[in-house]
Every structure is written in structure tokens, then in C-alpha cells.
């Protein structure tokens, strides 16, 4: 099969290209052809392939071989020998181009700065990440992101040549070439060299800023996400959408946000924790009422209720404060589809609280777990038909 020659290698700019088909195949039962030249970048070293239009075909995918054979994806074969013009989805490109220059500067940033090397690059849909070779400090990282946009304001040129490997190896490369042969090296002036087959922009101004959205431990390392350009100027405007409707929502000023849900939150907590207290105060009330009126279930105390209103947690408490007494049994049912349903006892009453949640699950329909003194579920009917199911089985 013959090599394609790639066109971005040498203008990454190029946005249309005329080519003639070699061979026209099918994968995995889509049809693909190889073409003279392309204009098309498949998918490699974490940048993902091209899209765009061969005639009237639509681009689907574009993949490389080991062998320098790029085979195009497209939704309607194409048979060989025919002249084609491709379109490049411009968009999707340049995004690539400018998160992908971006990489190259962010991890010569790290790199010279605190000697951190990147171990591996993923350019996604919605941002990008570098796995850096050891844990970092934020201040490493704001340090690092400072520098690369340093870089990215001189405007400097970025710029292609081909080396073989013994030249390469005279050369300050930013890290070992995985490939071998005639190595294509993307050189950031005076700041990053790098042996890499992607597009990138002609100069770093191009690339328009380079934020760090957030990073991580991972593998005892660092995963550092970031965004450029278009990204950068998109994640700003959702940032400042949702910023500007908390501080809407809150009534203070943005700067305020952030203090002021910190305040808020230990108000909930201190709120849910003073509801907690009175909710189980109301139900040991309620709980005591409740045995007043229990029916005898199998010589045992039964409180069987549809409590409406009331969720799996408020259900939960309740139980519990009814079985406290010897020789009882509580099934409570609250509102909504599927139901939800507790079944407690007290210590002195030989029932499996769980095994019966779940054969009631098995025979209503619905889901339930728990442990023998205590379960819960959700069942698909009535309050009245899982009571009637109660009273029937707990006999």
C-alpha cells in the first residue's frame, strides 16, 4: 500500500487540498480510502483526527498505520482513481491546533521551571490534560501557567524542520523522540523544542491564552487540565454566567460569593442538626400514640401506617423510636412511586427485617435492603396494598 504524503506537515494553515484515490477499502463495514496527499491529520500523539468533506463524502474518521498508510473514513465509498477535493472542518482544527501549542508551551513552562517532565497529553472535547511526572504545589502550577502565557504575549514564531536522529541527538530537545527515522521537530523560538507529528499554530500568539481549569493526583503524580484559546474564552464565559447568577441569587457582590456560602452552609448544618433533634423529639411522641393503637400481629405488637408525607429518613426515625419497646413491629409507608417502605423490630422479635423487605420487592415489585433489626425499600404500589401485604406475611 502507498504512503500518503501529509500536507499539514509542511502548512498546517491549509484548509483545502486536491487529491487522487489509491485505494478505496472497507473497515470494520465502513468504507475508507487512501489518497495521494491529504490535508487530513488522524488521530495521534493525544490529538484527535480531522473531520471535514472529501467531494460530497463526509469525513468520519481518519487513522494511521504503522506502515505511513492514512486511511479517511467517509460515510459513502469512493472508488480509485477519482479526484477529490477536501474541506477541513476549519473550527475543529484550529481548536486542535491552538490546545495542542498550548501542551508544548505549558510543559516547557513546567520543565524549566521546576523540572517537572510530562509523562503523557490528552487533547478532549472539552479540555486537555499533561500528566506530570511528580506531585505539584499550586504555586508550581500558577507559577508554570504565568510563564507559558508569558510566551504566548511575545507573539513568538513557531516554526517546523526535519532532523534525522543523529542530528536530533546533538539537539536540546525537551524529551527523548519516541519515533525513529526522520524525526519532524516543532521548535517555540527560544523556548520549547519538541519532536512531534500534530499541527500547531504559526506563532504562540495564535494560541490566545492558556488557563489551567484544575488538577489532580494521579498515579502519584499530577493531572493537570487546561484550556486555550476558544476553550479558555468559552470556560470564561460559563464561569462568569455562573458567577454572575450567585451573586444574583445571594444578593452580594461576586467577590462575596464565596464567603458568603461558606456562611450559609454552617447555617444548614447548625439548621439541620437543631431539625434532626425535634424531629426525633415528634417522634418518640408520635412513636408512643402509635404503640397505643398497635394491632396484635402473631402475639406481637404491630404498628402498620401509611404516613403521608413523610420520606425514608423521617420514616426511619420514627420506626426506630417505636421498636424500642420489646415485642414490636413497625411497617410505615410514605408517599410517592415507588413507595417507600421501613420495617424495623425490637431486639426480642425473631424477624429478618431485611429478607422481608426483600421478598416484598420480589412479589410488589420494587427494590429494598437493609439489615435484620432495620430495612427500607421502595415498592410499586399503594400505601394500602404493601400494609395489606404486611399483615398478611408478618402473621
Not at 61 to 75: L, N, S, T
Not at 82 to 107: A, C, K, N
Not at 224 to 239: E, P
Not at 319 to 332: D, H, K, N, W, Y
Request: one cysteine or more.
Amino acid at each position: 500500500m502507498p504512503t500518503t504524503k501529509r500536507l499539514y506537515y509542511a502548512d498546517s494553515l491549509l484548509r483545502e487540498f486536491d487529491a487522487t484515490v489509491l485505494a478505496s477499502e472497507v473497515i470494520d463495514g465502513r468504507p475508507a480510502v487512501v489518497l495521494d496527499e491529504t490535508g487530513f491529520y488522524p488521530t495521534s500523539g493525544g490529538q484527535p483526527f480531522d473531520t471535514g468533506r472529501l467531494g460530497a463524502r463526509r469525513i468520519l474518521e481518519v487513522v494511521d498505520d504503522d506502515a505511513g498508510v492514512i486511511r479517511h473514513i467517509v460515510d459513502e465509498p469512493i472508488g480509485v482513481g477519482e479526484r477529490v477535493h477536501g474541506v477541513i472542518d476549519w473550527p475543529r482544527r484550529f481548536d486542535h491546533m491552538q490546545q495542542h501549542t498550548g501542551q508544548h508551551v505549558l510543559s516547557a513552562a513546567f520543565d524549566r521551571l521546576s523540572g517537572l517532565r510530562t509523562v503523557s497529553f490528552h487533547l478532549g472535547t472539552d479540555d486537555s490534560t499533561i500528566d506530570l511526572a511528580r506531585e505539584v504545589t499550586p504555586a508550581e502550577i500558577a507559577s508554570a501557567e504565568a510563564e507559558a502565557n508569558r510566551i504566548v504575549w511575545e507573539d513568538r514564531p513557531v516554526t517546523v524542520r526535519f532532523a534525522t536522529e543523529e542530528e536530533a541527538s546533538r539537539l536540546p530537545l525537551r524529551k527523548e523522540p519516541v519515533k525513529s527515522g526522520l524525526l519532524r521537530l516543532v521548535d517555540v523560538t527560544n523556548f520549547d523544542l519538541s519532536a512531534c507529528g500534530g499541527t500547531h499554530v504559526p506563532a504562540t500568539g495564535m494560541i490566545g491564552i492558556i488557563a489551567v481549569t484544575g488538577w489532580e493526583r494521579f498515579k502519584g503524580a499530577t493531572r493537570v487540565a487546561f484550556a486555550c484559546g476558544g476553550r479558555a474564552l468559552r470556560g470564561y464565559g460559563q464561569l462568569r454566567d455562573a458567577m454572575t447568577a450567585a451573586s444574583r441569587a445571594l444578593s452580594v457582590a461576586p467577590a462575596d460569593v464565596g464567603p458568603t456560602i461558606e456562611r450559609l452552609q454552617t447555617e444548614m448544618k447548625e439548621l439541620t442538626r437543631t431539625m434532626r433533634r425535634l424531629h426525633e423529639e415528634v417522634a418518640a411522641g408520635r412513636a408512643e400514640r402509635l404503640r397505643a393503637e398497635a394491632k396484635d400481629i402473631g402475639g406481637r405488637r404491630g404498628v402498620l401506617r401509611h404516613e403521608p408525607g413523610w420520606d425514608t429518613v423521617s420514616l426511619k426515625t420514627l420506626a426506630s423510636a417505636i421498636v424500642r419497646e420489646p415485642g414490636t413491629i413497625a411497617v410505615l409507608v410514605g408517599d410517592g412511586m415507588p413507595a417507600p417502605v421501613v420495617v424495623a423490630r425490637s431486639g426480642d422479635v425473631e424477624l429478618d427485617a431485611a429478607a422481608w423487605i426483600k421478598r416484598a420487592a420480589a412479589e410488589l415489585g420494587g427494590r429494598g435492603g437493609g439489615r435484620p433489626e432495620l430495612a427500607q425499600g421502595g415498592l410499586g404500589v399503594s400505601p394500602d396494598q404493601v400494609l395489606t401485604f404486611a399483615e398478611e406475611t408478618l402473621k
